[in-house]
């Protein structure tokens, strides 16, 4: 009912950066929250940062002050921009939302496929 599409990934230089987009579609309702997470290589998958439906962001200590995230609720879509890259920001870069449909009153978390970011040079 609900779909996640993210895009944007890709292989940058260390330093360099990057931005990440995932659009929501379906039967929506409303979209509470909505994050990125990753998965490394190797590592279990680990939250990003977060932005709720008025704004209010968290963000990972390893990724603050590089990382900014923000959402244009009008397209149903929330961004990642990536700064000052490091090789280990290497990952697999999930969107997740927690999404009301428009058949079902409870909100339920859904996840996209994910996008791959490579920082190396």
């Known amino acids: 009912q609900v779909q996640l599409v993210e895009s944007g990934g890709g292989l940058v230089q260390p330093g360099g950066s990057l931005t990440l987009s995932c659009a929501a579609s379906?039967?929506?309702?409303?979209?509470?929250?909505m994050g990125w997470h990753r998965q490394a290589p190797g590592k279990e998958r680990e939250l990003v940062a977060t932005?709720?439906?008025?704004?209010?962001?968290n963000y990972a200590d390893s990724v603050k002050g590089r990382f900014t995230i923000s959402r244009d609720n009008t397209k149903n879509t929330v961004y990642l921009h990536m700064g000052s890259l490091k090789p280990e920001d290497t990952a697999i870069y999930y969107c997740?939302?927690?999404?009301?449909?428009?058949?079902?009153?409870?909100?339920?978390?859904?996840w996209g496929k994910g996008t791959l970011v490579t920082v190396s040079s």
């Open positions: 997740n939302a927690n999404v009301r449909t428009i058949t079902y009153i409870y909100a339920m978390d859904y």
């Open positions: 379906g039967s929506i309702f409303s979209i509470n929250a």
């Open positions: 932005i709720t439906s008025g704004g209010t962001t």
